[in-house]
């Protein structure tokens, strides 16, 4: 068990877990990303209620009926805000689903990434209410710990005894993708032979949605199951989401020493920025090709090697159109349609929405299954695809092929891109 993983060692997917406006698991989230069955629901919340009238948002991908002590011990669920709380189960998940005792391993060996966006936001906005209307004396002595964007690396690395790197990463968008991949990375220096990487995210807050609408970045549409449109050329901005997903990351040879099922390999990652505007994307796609083509390279593949992509697609009239720009320069005829391109490229945004920080661990769950299944995950709504956007997007119905290697890209305010590469693992 006590091997050195380098860049010639494959790393390992092992498990799984989810926690999403789909449902309360990996597979419930799956299952309507293949299904196509919209988990967005219309806004609610005594919270939001307080400003009836006010908001010009009204859906969003919310967890209902949450919990937290159903998937967790009580006592550790009234440490966490709720953006935690949905990142220890997820991970709780996901080593159930592996199968993995780090008793039975050096600690030291094992770690964490983690990514979220904005951390625990709702603690933040309830502190601050409280240092309004009460008093700086009233704050709990959990305020810090519950609101830092690190506290899901931490409480990971503390509830399982791990003892080696312990990291969040805060990329917007591209955060749990940034945190996936700084993992690889640091099982292919040697350093471990496990990572749990994954991200949450529990922003649909007052505040963020109040925010998020004053940057007219959210969907207006009042149709819950239509408002997350992708690359259609009625979408009208993105539909903000929460929720969480977590994966076991082993060297293989430390997976096979132990008898684990394997769900998949991570082949590789790269990230980039566009250094252009702190939101909105480079009209050309320029940061996100340097993601995609490093990627390829990172894994040693060619762009036709690549079946599908799980894309960032987030409704957005600019952001979907530069990614299809990106996409077109670095894929060429292997992903024109006009051409004849084999290429799939789908959004699964339109079913689950956008989970912020936490959007790329949901959507690699869709790589995954897809790789495995041989079915690629639709994009709903995609009643009439924006002119130009020569892709085969998948419109509507999940599409049966076999993959040997999927793409998933993230994309952050801040002009950070994420592109990871899962492979289909044959043994």
């Known amino acids: 068990m006590g091997s050195h993983a380098t860049n010639q060692q494959k790393i390992v997917i092992t498990g799984v877990g989810a926690i999403t406006c789909m449902g309360p698991?990996?597979?419930?989230?799956?299952?309507?990303?293949?299904?196509?069955?919209?988990?967005?629901?219309?806004?609610?919340?005594?919270?939001?209620?307080?400003?009836?009238?006010?908001?010009?948002?009204?859906?969003?991908?919310?967890?209902?009926?949450?919990?937290?002590?159903?998937?967790?011990?009580?006592?550790?669920?009234?440490?966490?805000?709720?953006?935690?709380?949905?990142?220890?189960?997820?991970?709780?998940?996901?080593?159930?689903?592996?199968?993995?005792?780090?008793?039975?391993?050096?600690?030291?060996?094992?770690?964490?990434a983690f990514g979220t966006g904005v951390g625990g936001i709702s603690t933040i906005e309830d502190g601050h209410s409280i240092l309004l209307e009460r008093g700086p004396k009233r704050l709990g002595p959990l305020t810090v710990p519950k609101l830092m964007v690190n506290a899901t690396a931490g409480n990971v690395s503390i509830s399982y005894g791990l003892r080696g790197p312990a990291t969040a990463m805060a990329t917007a968008c591209a955060s749990s993708g940034n945190a996936i991949g700084e993992a690889l990375e640091t099982m292919r220096r040697g350093r471990t032979d496990v990572m749990i990487a994954g991200g949450t995210e529990a922003a649909i807050t007052p505040l963020c949605v109040g925010a998020f609408q004053a940057?007219?970045?959210?969907?207006?549409?009042?149709?819950?199951?239509?408002?997350?449109?992708?690359?259609?050329?009625?979408?009208?901005?993105?539909?903000?989401?929460?929720?969480?997903?977590?994966?076991?990351?082993?060297?293989?040879?430390?997976a096979k020493a132990r008898g684990a099922t394997i769900l998949a390999e991570l082949s590789g990652w790269a990230a980039s920025a566009d250094a252009y505007h702190i939101t909105a994307p480079d009209e050309a796609g320029r940061g996100a090709r340097q993601a995609m083509t490093w990627a390829l390279e990172?894994?040693?593949?060619?762009?036709?090697?690549?079946?599908?992509?799980?894309?960032?697609?987030?409704?957005?009239?600019?952001?979907?159109?530069?990614?299809?720009?990106?996409?077109?320069?670095?894929?060429?005829?292997?992903?024109?349609?006009?051409?004849?391109?084999?290429?799939l490229m789908s959004s699964t945004k339109s079913v689950h929405?956008?989970?912020?920080?936490?959007?790329?661990?949901?959507?690699?769950?869709?790589?995954?299954?897809?790789?495995?299944?041989?079915?690629?995950?639709?994009?709903?709504?995609?009643?009439?695809?924006?002119?130009?956007?020569?892709i085969d997007l998948v419109p509507n119905e999940a599409r049966k092929t076999p993959i040997k290697y999927a793409m998933n890209n993230t994309f952050g305010f801040g002009g950070h891109n994420v592109s990871l590469i899962a492979g289909r693992y044959d043994g």
């Not at 239509?226 to 993105?238: E, L, Q, V």
């Not at 897809?370 to 956007?389: H, K, Q, S, W």
Request: with cysteine; glycine share 12%; proline share 6%.
């Open 25 to 112: 698991d990996p597979q419930s989230a799956w299952a309507a990303m293949r299904d196509g069955v919209s988990g967005i629901t219309p806004l609610e919340g005594d919270e939001f209620a307080r400003f009836e009238g006010q908001w010009s948002a009204h859906v969003a991908g919310q967890v209902k009926d949450w919990k937290a002590g159903e998937h967790l011990d009580p006592r550790e669920a009234k440490r966490l805000d709720r953006s935690a709380q949905f990142g220890m189960a997820a991970v709780s998940q996901a080593i159930k689903m592996s199968g993995i005792d780090f008793s039975a391993m050096e600690p030291e060996r094992a770690g964490v």
């Open 215 to 254: 940057m007219k970045a959210l969907s207006g549409n009042k149709e819950p199951a239509k408002a997350s449109r992708p690359f259609d050329a009625g979408r009208d901005g993105f539909v903000l989401a929460e929720g969480a997903a977590a994966f076991v990351l082993e060297t293989e040879a430390h």
């Open 298 to 343: 990172d894994a040693g593949l060619k762009p036709s090697d690549i079946g599908y992509i799980n894309a960032h697609g987030t409704s957005t009239p600019l952001g979907d159109s530069a990614e299809v720009a990106a996409v077109l320069e670095v894929f060429g005829d292997h992903a024109r349609k006009s051409k004849g391109g084999p290429l």
């Open 353 to 390: 929405g956008h989970a912020l920080g936490a959007s790329g661990a949901v959507e690699l769950i869709g790589c995954i299954h897809a790789l495995r299944e041989g079915l690629v995950p639709p994009t709903i709504n995609l009643d009439n695809p924006e002119e130009g956007f020569d």
